[in-house]
């Protein structure tokens, strides 16, 4: 069923925009054809949400490798014990800005990674994710932002990840009504 999520909306999915490195042949638009968030609710430690979207049709119910030529973006906006992920934003500075660790932090955050294929790229710091809807039950959906950007420095390329997303809640840990917030 999940697969049929990304396929039965009646809008086109906005386009996603990846910059890896400084040159114009670095930069890639791609519309989803998936989009969907899993929230994981840790009673000792922070909760998840986990925002997946990718260039292929894809399920939460399995895992799958990103295939050869294929996009995934996957950010994780992650939250304080006991705070649930709610409409706002969610930077991403390095673990050192969110103080305690990157499991049970003190300060809510996000952290983007990339894929292409086999090959990962997890994003240096520097921008957020904005969550501008929430709904954590079970077929909710969840709606925002994204506006990471980091200039590169010495051996370091030029990343960007920037775009629009709506994806629906696939997986989820607790039993709330759809539009909780």
């Not at 925009?17 to 998936?34: A, D, I, K, M, N």
Request: aromatic share 8%; charged share 15%; proline share 10%.
């Amino acid at each position: 069923m999940a697969l049929l999520v990304a396929s039965c909306r009646d809008e086109p999915m906005p386009a996603i925009q990846v910059t890896l490195g400084s040159g114009r042949e670095q930069t890639v638009t791609f519309v989803p054809r998936s989009a969907y968030a899993e929230y994981v609710s840790l009673p000792t430690s922070g909760n998840e949400l986990r925002i997946t979207l990718t260039s292929t049709a894809t399920s939460c119910e399995n895992f799958a490798p990103v295939p050869e030529g294929q996009w995934q973006v996957t950010v994780v906006a992650i939250t304080p014990e006991g705070q649930v992920p709610g409409v706002g934003t969610y930077p991403w500075v390095g673990h050192e800005a969110h103080g305690g660790t990157p499991a049970k932090p003190k300060l809510a955050y996000s952290m983007p990674h990339v894929r292409f294929g086999s090959r990962g790229y997890p994003l240096p710091p520097g921008g957020n994710m904005e969550l501008t809807q929430v709904g954590l039950g079970r077929h909710g959906t969840v709606k925002g932002l994204l506006r990471f950007e980091q200039p590169g420095a010495v051996g370091q390329p030029a990343t960007r990840l920037f775009g629009s997303f709506l994806a629906h809640v696939c997986r989820t840990t607790v039993d709330m009504p759809a539009e909780a917030h």
